[in-house]
């Protein structure tokens, strides 16, 4: 090798190494910035969103100090929105947002209801976001509400402690869930199984997947109920809750269960909106954020 190749050799070497120390330098002062982003699938019924509000509110009261944004991860309900003039960021767009305003670690909390499809991709933008250079030092993600066997514990108490407080022996809460054809499915067995053990007519369905509404009729005809009180089990009393279940059509939940000669009541209430349900995500929560460096 030459003298002259070794000079620049050296020369290249040296600037390369002088711009990591800079590089590094600015990292070294770039302020740390800790935030929160609650990720939820979103919903076009005004009073839906506005359960989702209880999260926030209580996750504020949890985690005093942090910043709290928001994103839908449904790019159908974001368009739907956006046209009535309400944007809603994705959780990528949220958490490049983020990533501009100068946040190094990021909580993303998941308010879905099981590990599902949602989830997984939520999963993957989360991984993506962690892993670009000169972007965030951390990003972190929080368990849905059902990810782990005391989840499923602490959903079934949960469910029992709001019954109707109007309630009656013999007559039965049957809940909503939406159910999916992916392999998470299995956590609405798993929770029947726990409710079964607290209380026989405590009762889940799903709108996609098992158990179905035909399931739910069995048990109800096998008990010879009379009387029901209908309840989504999801994070908002959305369209599935207001129409699918509670709504007038031939082949709502509250239509089928009439024509089988039910007295439906419906409770326009989604687990969001309930503190105990809330607790849980936020003890999630709470896990995503001791994870972040």
């Known amino acids: 090798?030459?003298?002259?190749?070794c000079v620049?050799?050296?020369?290249?070497?040296?600037?390369?190494?002088?711009?990591?120390?800079?590089?590094?330098?600015?990292?070294?002062?770039?302020?740390?910035?800790?935030?929160?982003?609650?990720?939820?699938f979103g919903s076009t019924v005004p009073e839906a969103r506005?359960?989702?509000?209880?999260?926030?509110?209580?996750?504020?009261?949890?985690?005093?100090?942090?910043?709290?944004?928001w994103a839908y991860s449904s790019r159908i309900v974001r368009e739907k929105l956006a046209r009535e003039g309400l944007v809603f960021d994705s959780p990528a767009m949220a958490l490049a947002r983020m990533m501009d305003d100068g946040f190094t670690h990021v909580a993303v909390q998941s308010l879905?209801?099981?590990?599902?499809?949602?989830?997984?991709?939520?999963?993957?933008?989360?991984?993506a976001f962690s892993g670009l250079p000169k972007g965030m030092d951390?990003?972190?993600?929080?368990?849905?509400?059902?990810?782990?066997?005391?989840?499923?514990?602490?959903?079934?108490?949960?469910?029992?402690?709001?019954?109707?407080?109007?309630?009656?022996?013999?007559?039965?809460?049957?809940?909503?869930?939406?159910g999916t054809h992916h392999s998470a499915s299995i956590y609405y067995p798993g929770l029947q199984y726990s409710l079964d053990r607290l209380d026989p007519l405590l009762l889940i369905g799903t709108v996609e997947g098992t158990p179905s509404l035909d399931d739910v009729r069995r048990v109800l005809a096998k008990h010879k109920v009379s009387k029901v009180y209908l309840q989504p089990f999801m994070a908002v009393s959305g369209d599935h809750a207001v129409?699918?279940?509670?709504?007038?059509?031939e082949d709502s939940w509250?239509?089928?269960?009439?024509?089988?000669?039910?007295?439906c009541v419906p409770i326009l209430r989604g687990t969001a909106e309930s503190p105990v349900f809330v607790e849980i995500w936020l003890d999630h929560l709470q896990t995503a954020l001791d994870r972040l460096p």
């Open 1 to 5: 090798m030459s003298k002259a190749s």
């Open 8 to 40: 620049r050799g050296l020369l290249v070497t040296f600037f390369l190494l002088c711009l990591a120390s800079a590089s590094m330098a600015g990292h070294k002062e770039r302020p740390p910035r800790k935030g929160i982003l609650l990720v939820a």
């Open 50 to 69: 506005a359960g989702l509000g209880h999260v926030e509110s209580r996750a504020k009261v949890r985690f005093p100090g942090l910043e709290i944004r």
């Open 112 to 127: 879905q209801t099981i590990p599902g499809e949602e989830f997984h991709a939520l999963q993957k933008t989360v991984q």
């Open 138 to 178: 951390s990003v972190t993600l929080g368990l849905p509400l059902l990810a782990e066997p005391a989840d499923v514990e602490a959903c079934a108490k949960a469910i029992l402690s709001t019954v109707p407080a109007e309630r009656k022996p013999g007559e039965a809460v049957v809940l909503m869930g939406h």
């Open 243 to 249: 129409n699918d279940m509670a709504g007038d059509e």
């Open 254 to 263: 509250k239509s089928v269960l009439t024509r089988d000669g039910l007295t």
